[in-house]
């Protein structure tokens, strides 16, 4: 194998979604990337809770998670918009701040940890698009997703750094697998995770019903995302509206099971059985297709 | 950090821990994640082909030792009382 990468997975995705993290361990396999395991790595920690009780435990921890990585000697790929952009923001703040990052490493010394900010930290958007490259993904599909309607939901933090273009990067990879992208008004809207710590009837009625409201008015198979946090709101938010009978039936995917699925990976190999709103509906339409 | 001041520029510096934030800071603490990880999880991911337990802190216990050791050396303890 010619490429690696560190393989932080952060905590969502191994706990509750770890059919994405079979989907992506399986397509990296198939595109021959190894994905290296950061044992030891913890919560990276996450940008607005620990962030906000602490600036310098966050810093700490995340000097430590990379750590790890550099030790692997490879870069970090993370699946998760929220770990990227605490693992990149105190990277790209530590390589840039001498004293900092002295600070730092004398605490982690006393763990026998040193950052030294010889890696990089990439969003698997970034390694997908940037590393792996479009050509490539596009060569390796068995399956074209011709027939698939899709909305992106990229997630409030793709929109953060302008320069990356990783929101440009996320819709070319969805073109990449053959799938038809379906605008929708209200694609910029957050799914509601934040607000969920302050209003929670707030965050459901009036950002992740509305934003179903929208992607359900344009008639799509799923919404495809990379966002752990957004994945979990948007099909835990139609759970709980189904509860006040307001029915909504959008199933929601990771690129990375898109992404095996257009590879020909059996889906009940990465567990696709356990979404909580079936995805049969998006797997038999790419079968209707492709035979 | 500079760009906080730029992003959120009406964000003050906490005084008391929200109690919705309460529970994610101890799962933090306690088990370096902030999810629970159950052996039913472990079960299923089995079933998908991965390691029962992933590779994190949830298999490394020392991991959350390393983490009690950087609370103790940034001085949370008072602030840990907070919560």
Redesign the interface.
Known sequence: MEKKFAFF?G??I???Q??V??AT??AFEKLGIELL???????C??PE??R??????WL??AA?NISIAEKLNANIMTVCNGCFDTLN?VNE?LKADEKLKNEINR??E??G?EYKGTVKVLHAIEVLHDEIGLDTISKAVVKPLKNLRVALQPGCRLY?DDEKKLVEKFTALVKALGAQIIDYPLIRLCCGVPAL??DAEFSLMERTKKKLESVQSVNVDCIVTFCPACYDRLEKGQLDLRSRGINFSIPILNYFELLALALDIDPD???IY?HRIPADGVVEKIEEETG | MEENRDLYPLRKPLRKIPETYAGAIKALLASAHLPQFSDFTADEREEIGLEPVPPTAWKYKEAVKELEELTKKIGLEKKKKLI
């Open positions: 997975l905590c969502t191994p706990a509750s770890f059919h993290e079979a361990r399986k395991d950061m044992e030891g790595a913890t919560c920690s996450d809770i620990s906000q009780f602490d600036e310098n435990l700490h921890i430590r923001k703040s605490d982690l006393a763990i940890k953060h710590y302050v190999d990465f567990g356990l």
